[in-house]
T-cell receptor, first 115, second 109 residues
Framework: DAGVIQSPRHEVTEMGQEVTLRCKPI?????LFWYRQTMMRGLELLIY????????DSGMPEDRFSAKMPNASFSTLKIQPSEPRDSAVYFC?????????????FGPGTRLTVL | QKEVEQNSGPLSVPEGAIASLNCTYS??????FFWYRQYSGKSPELIMF????GDKEDGRFTAQLNKASQYVSLLIRDSQPSDSATYLC?????????FGAGTRLTVKP
C-alpha cells in the first residue's frame, strides 16, 4: 500500500491568501484525521472523519479553517484567509477502525509557511 | 496541567544502553496508549501501542502501562544510533487523541 498521501509537501503563501491541503487516506481505512504540528504547541488534532462524516471538529482553531471529505479517498483542509500564525506542518492520518483499537498511520505532512 | 506530559529531554544514552522514556496523562478515561517515533523533518510513525496494565514487548521495545498511576513508559534495549529521534506519547479516549510534546533521544556511538 502507498500509505497516506498528502499534497503539496511544501506551500509558501502570503497572508490573506487561500490555502488548500489535500490528503488521500490508506484504502479501506474508515477514519481520517487532520493534525497540526508546531514547535510551540506540539501535535494537535484539528478534526476527524468517520466514513466521510466529520465527527469532531473541536480542535479547529477558528472559522478560517474548514475541512471536507467528499469521498472515502480524498479530504481537504482549507484555510481562508491564511495568517502567519497558521505556519506549521499539517499532517493527515488514517486508521482502519476507531475506538480504542485504532492505530493511526500518518502521511508525510505539508509544511505551510504564511508570509 | 497538560493532558499528556513528557520530559522534553534531550535524553542522551550510550549505544547499547537501555533508554527509558516516560509519560503521564491526566484523563483517567483514556483507553489506549501509543508511542510514536518522529525523526527530524519526518512524520510520526507508530512503534507500539498498549491497552492493558502491565508490560508489552516487541523486539527491543517494551511498553509499560500503569493506569492507576496514569503512567506509561517505553524502554528501548540495546539502543542504537538509529534510535535517535523524538518519541511522542499519545493517549486516546475514543478517538480523542492527545499527544505529548515528545522526548528527544540521542544515542551516542
Amino acid at each position: 500500500d502507498a500509505g497516506v498521501i498528502q499534497s503539496p509537501r511544501h506551500e509558501v503563501t502570503e497572508m490573506g491568501q487561500e490555502v488548500t491541503l489535500r490528503c488521500k487516506p490508506i484504502s479501506g481505512h474508515d477514519y481520517l484525521f487532520w493534525y497540526r504540528q508546531t514547535m510551540m504547541r506540539g501535535l494537535e488534532l484539528l478534526i476527524y472523519f468517520n466514513n466521510n462524516v466529520p465527527i469532531d471538529d473541536s480542535g479547529m482553531p477558528e472559522d478560517r479553517f474548514s475541512a471536507k471529505m467528499p469521498n472515502a479517498s480524498f479530504s481537504t483542509l482549507k484555510i481562508q484567509p491564511s495568517e502567519p500564525r497558521d505556519s506549521a506542518v499539517y499532517f493527515c492520518a488514517s486508521s482502519r477502525e476507531g475506538g480504542y483499537t485504532d492505530t493511526q498511520y500518518f502521511g508525510p505532512g505539508t509544511r505551510l509557511t504564511v508570509l | 496541567q497538560k493532558e499528556v506530559e513528557q520530559n522534553s529531554g534531550p535524553l542522551s544514552v550510550p549505544e547499547g544502553a537501555i533508554a527509558s522514556l516516560n509519560c503521564t496523562y491526566s484523563d483517567r478515561g483514556s483507553q489506549s496508549f501509543f508511542w510514536y517515533r518522529q525523526y527530524s523533518g519526518k512524520s510520526p510513525e507508530l512503534i507500539m501501542f498498549i491497552y492493558s496494565n502491565g508490560d508489552k514487548e516487541d523486539g527491543r521495545f517494551t511498553a509499560q502501562l500503569n493506569k492507576a498511576s496514569q503512567y506509561v513508559s517505553l524502554l528501548i534495549r540495546d539502543s542504537q544510533p538509529s534510535d535517535s529521534a523524538t518519541y511522542l506519547c499519545a493517549v486516546d479516549n475514543n478517538n480523542d487523541m492527545r499527544f505529548g510534546a515528545g522526548t528527544r533521544l540521542t544515542v551516542k556511538p
